[in-house]
């Protein structure tokens, strides 16, 4: 049986809960499969904090439409993660989710890598806006950037529907930081709106895990 921690976001976003949820893959499962259903049970958790009870599916646990609709529950939008274990071990999978009401967020994303991931210069000239402040020099940086870019992607992609294709038209101007705004742009490059996004580091049974968290702003 999984372990799952939970832990609310600490600073000013109400109403919002991210879970974790991890646990060895059983040889017969998938991998992929086992940490899918790991980010879907993780919301349970989630909801329990945000004082909701989802509906399970069959296999026991809520069933995600669209991958930000929970069957069910209208007033909330989520958004999942996954992983296999550090070096692809299947000894070690999480699933992790970040669950809002949508009267305070029109989208939520979230992406979790473990902290020894190196990241590819072909990876970073397929993400990078021409506006962004970052640069390939700042390799130690380019991690975080990635995981930032790729929470902000489901977020938009959430909000504002198929305009959002591309992870590049995710812009960051600024000087990489632990917190800040995001902006999104069309394929065009008209500007379409903005984005918050948190960087938090935790561990899971000992490894060194990092996860970002984007939400889009309700304007209700």
């Not at 989630?46 to 669209?66: I, M, T, Y």
């Not at 890598?113 to 806006?129: D, L, P, T, V």
């Not at 020099?137 to 529907?161: D, H, I, P, R």
Request: net charge neutral; aromatic share 10%.
């Amino acid at each position: 049986m999984q372990e799952i921690q939970t832990f609310t976001i600490p600073f000013s976003w109400p109403n919002t809960a991210l879970s974790l949820a991890w646990g060895p893959t059983p040889g017969p499962l998938n991998p992929l499969e086992w940490q899918r259903s790991l980010a879907r049970r993780s919301l349970n958790a989630g909801a329990e904090l945000l004082h909701h009870r989802l509906s399970q599916s069959e296999e026991g646990f809520p069933v995600v439409l669209d991958y930000k609709r929970i069957e069910g529950s209208p007033t909330l939008t989520c958004s999942l993660a996954h992983t296999c274990g550090p070096g692809k071990s299947r000894d070690l999978a999480v699933g992790a989710s970040l669950l809002s009401t949508n009267f305070m967020a029109l989208g939520v994303g979230i992406d979790l890598e473990w902290g020894q991931r190196q990241m590819r210069e072909g990876a970073y000239r397929r993400f990078r806006h021409e506006g962004d402040h970052s640069s390939w020099a700042q390799a130690s940086e380019l991690l975080w950037t990635w995981m930032v870019k790729e929470a902000c992607f489901k977020a938009a992609s959430n909000t504002w529907g198929d305009t959002i294709t591309l992870i590049n038209q995710i812009r960051l101007e600024h000087r990489f930081q632990e917190e800040g705004p995001a902006e999104v742009y069309s394929s065009s490059g008209v500007f379409i709106g903005s984005l918050r996004y948190r960087l938090i580091t935790t561990t899971c049974t000992g490894h060194l895990l990092h996860i970002t968290v984007a939400q889009s702003l309700s304007l209700n």
